[in-house]
């Protein structure tokens, strides 16, 4: 079973490393931009693939931690980071579709940010009664949250992608700006 949490921590590693070079590259090409939606973007996932890796390079330690609730702070972090990392994309996606139809976009960031601290006080209050009172009942209500949670980042990523990348399919093959788009959606 090592072999398996090691396997995953050089994978998890690795992704981490590649999203923190991708964040240099972009920084470097173009710094007077500042801080984009594609630099966060990168530098969140070298921060949650980061913070898995050590978690299963360190696993042994990690299953040892006590009050329990440690354990699960640092099992169910990376997945809220996970989530806001990708609704962050989805974001993205959602003001390039909304400023396309000509549809407002200004209460976009507030319901991501909305729905991003309600998601972390959540979360926390479970972690804070599983640290009052650890049982089994809350611990399943901590994981299905957390499944709940990766289920609504992945239905959002695919209505705001899957729009995307039909309106961008109907606009003119020979279009650069649709072709370039069209790519990193």
């Known amino acids: 079973m090592d072999a398996v949490f090691y396997f995953l921590c050089a994978a998890y590693a690795l992704v981490s490393s590649i999203a923190l070079i991708q964040l240099v590259r972009i920084e470097v090409r173009v710094p007077e931009y500042g801080w984009t939606t594609q630099k966060i973007f990168h530098l969140m996932n070298f921060i949650v693939n980061g913070v898995r890796a050590v978690v299963f390079g360190l696993h042994k330690l990690v299953f040892l931690l006590h009050p329990k609730v440690l354990i699960s702070v640092l099992l169910d972090l990376p997945g809220l980071l996970f989530f806001s990392t990708y609704t962050l994309l989805v974001l993205f996606w959602a003001e390039i579709y909304h400023q396309a139809r000509g549809l407002p976009t200004d209460k976009l960031k507030i319901v991501y940010i909305s729905v991003n601290a309600a998601l972390y006080l959540i979360q926390v209050c479970i972690w804070i ?54 790519n990193e959606v």
């Open 129 to 182: 009664y599983l640290w009052i009172n650890d049982n089994s009942v809350v611990e399943f209500i901590g994981e299905s949250f957390i499944a709940v949670v990766s289920f609504m980042a992945a239905l959002g990523f695919l209505i705001y992608g899957g729009r995307l990348f039909f309106m961008l399919r109907r606009f003119p093959i020979e279009s650069k700006g649709r072709r370039k788009k069209l």
